[in-house]
C-alpha cells in the first residue's frame, strides 16, 4: 500500500497540512527544527515517495526538463545527454530526453512539449512561437565569441599561405553567420549546409575533394573522420589544411591532418544553458540569457593541443 502524506502526518505527530507544506516547501512557512525532523524521520521510516504526476497537478510545474538531441549513438550527445542529467539533478530538475526522428530537432522537441515538461534544452539552434513552455537553444550564446576564434583561424590559415576555405554545418544557420563573418573579413570561404545521413554526407565530402579547397573547416568530429578516411582511400594527392571545431576530446584528436581547432567547453555550455532555463522557468517565463560560452583557436602547434588528443571519448 502507498504510503499517504497522512502517514506521515500521524507518525510524526503533526498537523496534515503542516506536512504538505513541508514536502511542497510552500515558501513562508516556518517550521521548527525539531518538528522538521520527526516530518523527516517519518518520511525516511515509511519510505515515502511523492507521485510526481499529483505533485504536477497541484503546482502546474512537472518539475521536469526536456532534452532535445539528434540520437544516443553518437558518442557526443551521449556525453551531452549525461552531462544534462548530472546538471538539472543539482538544479532540482528530472530530466526527459527525447531523441529526434527525422533528422531534425522538430520532432523531438514536439515530444517534450507534448509530456509538458516545464522547459527544453535544445542540443542545436532552434526556435518554435508554438511552444507552450520556454526553450532554450545552446549555441546561440556562443556565436560572438565563435566569430571572433574563426576570425583567428582565418589568421592562421593566412599564415598557411591558404587563400580560401570551405566551410561545412549540419542545419545551423548560426555557423553560416559565423563563416560568412570570416567571408566578409576578407577571406574567401564557401559554406554548406551539409545533408546528416552519412552516405549522403559522404557524396558531399567528395564533391569538396573534387573542388580542391585550401582548407576545410568541419563542425563534428564524426565528419573529421569520414573526411579523413575519403582523403585517405580516394584523393591521396589531396592535403587541405583541415581545422575544426572540438567541443570535446579524444583519440579522433591524434590525426596529424587536423591543423588547428576552435575550442568550447560543453560541459560549462550545459551547466549555463540549464541554469539559465531554470532561472527562466522560476520567473514564470521572463527571458534569461546564458552567460557567453568562451571558445579559443588552437593550432596544433600550440602546446595545448596535446591536451586534447586524449585516449578515451571526453567532453571538453
Known amino acids: ?16 497540512t503542516l506536512v504538505s507544506k513541508y514536502i511542497n516547501k510552500t515558501p513562508g512557512v516556518s517550521i521548527r527544527a525539531e518538528t522538521r525532523q520527526r516530518i523527516e524521520d517519518a518520511i525516511h521510516e515509511l519510505n515515502y515517495r511523492p507521485i510526481a504526476a499529483a505533485r504536477a497537478l497541484r503546482s502546474g510545474k512537472s518539475n521536469t526538463l526536456g532534452l532535445a538531441v539528434y540520437n544516443l549513438t553518437n558518442e557526443y550527445f551521449a556525453h551531452y545527454a549525461d552531462a544534462a542529467l548530472r546538471e538539472a539533478e543539482k538544479q532540482g530538475y528530472n530530466l526527459l530526453i527525447s531523441v529526434s526522428r527525422d533528422n531534425s530537432l522538430g520532432s523531438a522537441v514536439a515530444n517534450l512539449d507534448s509530456n509538458q515538461v516545464d522547459g527544453i534544452i535544445c542540443c542545436d539552434n532552434f526556435n518554435s512561437p508554438r511552444l507552450t513552455c520556454p526553450i532554450v537553444s545552446e549555441q546561440a550564446y556562443s556565436i560572438d565569441s565563435l ?7 582565418v589568421n592562421y590559415l593566412k599564415r598557411q599561405h591558404c587563400r580560401n576555405m570551405t566551410g561545412i554545418y549540419f542545419g545551423s544557420p548560426l555557423w553560416a553567420e559565423i563563416f560568412d563573418s570570416a567571408n566578409v573579413a576578407g577571406f574567401p570561404i564557401e559554406s554548406y549546409d551539409f545533408p ?26 564524426v565528419t573529421v573522420n569520414l573526411f579523413t578516411s575519403i582523403l585517405d582511400r580516394e584523393f591521396p594527392d589531396y592535403d587541405p589544411v583541415i581545422l575544426t571545431w572540438a567541443n570535446c576530446k579524444g583519440p579522433f584528436m591524434k ?17 549555463e544553458t540549464i541554469t539559465a532555463l531554470a532561472m527562466q522557468i522560476r520567473r514564470s517565463g521572463d527571458a534569461v540569457k546564458p552567460h557567453c560560452i568562451p571558445s579559443r583557436f588552437i593550432s596544433r602547434e600550440d602546446s595545448n593541443f596535446i591536451t586534447l588528443e586524449a585516449e578515451s571519448f571526453a567532453l571538453t
Open 196 to 221: 546528416l545521413p552519412m552516405d549522403q554526407r559522404a557524396d558531399s565530402l567528395r564533391k569538396i575533394c573534387r573542388e580542391r579547397p585550401d582548407a576545410v573547416f568541419l563542425t563534428g568530429w
Open 147 to 153: 566569430k571572433e576564434s574563426m576570425h583567428n583561424a
Open 255 to 271: 590525426n596529424t591532418r587536423i591543423k588547428g581547432v576552435i575550442l568550447t567547453s560543453t560541459l560549462l555550455l550545459v551547466k
Open 1 to 16: 500500500m502507498r504510503v499517504t502524506l497522512k502517514d506521515i502526518a500521524k507518525k510524526a505527530n503533526v498537523n496534515f
